[in-house]
């Protein structure tokens, strides 16, 4: 099975900052990665689907990227509707391994 | 629009059995696969069963394997998850989602907003 690692587990950022995230796979596999987004009390949102593919109404500020094992997110204007976890799955088979989740928040 | 809404959880003992159901509008449910994602309080997700558009295959997350039936009614456009010999370690919400193809491999795109499980004495 495939094990997902994420880095940081949690970080503070300014309003309008860069943020990364990055997801590290226990192996490597083809593009089958997604990012979700989950505020508090929230079911989560997928936010990109196939390393980089935005899913439509996601604002142009987030991005994917990445190949074989390692994957980044990138916020590149932090905004306060930001605030939330981000977790990362890859779905190439079963199980379809969420990462542990980084947490956002505004400094 | 389209819609995902689970129903069936509360509180239940150690040892006993579940019936969580996720009904599907908005869209042809027959022509998605459906996944059921759990998440413990203050915990991350976790992924727990999968079954194919029609039914055809099914997968499990190695801890409920053997204890949890993951189901369809394409006719009554239902998802459900059967949990049996419930422990404490399955307290969690949880989700039903879609993903946009016949078949599991894809990021999930719908969610529905939570059903609460508690198994406690």
């Known amino acids: 099975d495939i094990q997902m690692t994420q880095s940081p587990s949690s970080l503070s950022a300014s309003i309008g900052d860069r943020v990364t995230i990055t997801c590290r796979a226990s192996?490597?596999?083809?593009?089958?990665l997604a990012w979700y987004q989950q505020k508090p009390g929230r079911a989560p949102r997928l936010l990109i689907n196939?390393?980089?593919t935005l899913q439509s109404g996601v604002p142009s500020r987030f991005s994917g990227s990445g190949s074989g094992r390692d994957f980044t997110l990138t916020i590149s204007s932090l905004q306060p509707e930001d605030v939330a976890t981000y977790y990362c799955q890859a779905y190439n088979s079963a199980p379809f391994t969420f990462g542990p989740g980084t947490k956002v928040n505004i400094k | 629009q389209v819609q995902l809404v689970e129903s069936g959880g509360g509180v239940v003992q150690p040892g006993r059995s579940l019936r969580l159901s996720c009904a599907a509008s908005g869209f042809t449910f027959s022509n998605y696969a459906m996944h059921w994602v759990r998440q413990a309080p203050g915990k991350g997700l976790e992924w727990v069963a999968v079954i194919w558009y029609d039914g055809s295959n099914e997968d499990y997350e190695d801890s409920v394997r053997g204890r949890f039936t993951i189901s369809r009614d394409n006719s009554k456009n239902t998802l459900s998850l059967q949990m049996n010999n419930l422990r404490g370690e399955d307290t969690a919400v949880y989700y039903c989602?879609?993903?946009?193809?016949?078949?599991?491999?894809?990021?999930?795109?719908?969610w529905g907003q939570g059903t609460m499980v508690v198994v406690s004495s």
């Open positions: 196939a390393v980089f």
């Open positions: 989602a879609r993903v946009p193809s016949l078949i599991p491999e894809a990021g999930f795109d719908i």
């Open positions: 192996q490597g596999f083809s593009n089958y």
